[in-house]
């Protein structure tokens, strides 16, 4: 259980267009969902903390009018690259937890792997 | 956020144990000792969490010392599927579900067949 898919695994774009990437928890309600973003050979870097129906909490240096996250239910939220320019290029990684089970873990998706050109 | 010290890389045989060691020696009495890995190209998965005695399950154990300055992920008997970077992370008990992960640098295990 507790399974967490991305949509798309990857994705190649233009610099300047908007690339929006979905996260689900398959088979159960997210009590939470993160967003962050690994540069090769990097640790994860946590983006933005969102709940359902609310707005997220960026983490600082993050632009939130860049990377909009939507949370419309328990089960999805996305991340909406605004604009993306090469350096934007990275590996997105979404997570979501279950309230009580087992205490605060993370459950994560597989990741979707961007190119800006 | 209290840090972890982890080894940057280790090594080990395939079917031999194996036991990477983290250092959390500012740890407070309310954070949870968690453990992740992240395969290559991969999200991160769960691979265990413990406060104060030691824990098993399916995938690892997890020993933590008596003053819980210091705790250490077992891999019974290592496979090459075991190759992935290893992150020891602490949670404050007291927040559940929307407490944040910081990821540090973890330890890259290498598993020779």
């Known amino acids: 259980g507790a399974v967490v898919s991305q949509h798309p695994s990857w994705v190649i774009c233009k610099s300047g267009t908007s690339v929006k990437i979905e996260c689900r928890s398959l088979?159960?309600?997210?009590?939470?969902m993160f967003w962050y973003r690994q540069f090769p050979k990097q640790s994860l870097m946590l983006m933005a903390t969102s709940n359902e129906g609310s707005k997220a909490t960026y983490e600082q240096g993050v632009e939130k009018d860049k990377f909009l996250i939507n949370h419309a239910s328990l089960t999805l939220s996305t991340l909406t690259v605004t604009s993306a320019h090469p350096e934007d290029s990275s590996f997105y990684i979404c997570s979501a937890t279950i309230r009580g089970r087992p205490q605060g873990a993370q459950y994560f998706g597989p990741g979707t792997r961007l190119l800006v050109l | 956020d209290a840090k972890t010290t982890q080894p940057n890389s280790m090594e080990s045989n395939e079917e031999e144990p194996v036991h990477l060691p983290c250092n959390h020696s500012t740890i407070s009495g309310t954070d949870y000792i968690h453990w992740y890995r992240q395969l290559p190209s991969q999200g991160p998965e769960y691979v265990i969490h413990?406060?104060?005695s030691n824990v098993n399950n399916r995938m690892a154990s997890l020993a933590i010392a008596e003053d819980r300055k210091s705790s250490t992920l077992i891999l019974h008997r290592a496979t090459l599927r075991d190759a992935a970077v290893y992150y020891c992370i602490l949670r404050d008990r007291r927040y559940t579900g929307f407490q944040k992960l910081v990821f540090g640098t973890g330890t890259r295990l290498l598993v020779s067949p």
């Open positions: 413990g406060l104060t």
């Open positions: 088979d159960f309600q997210a009590t939470t």
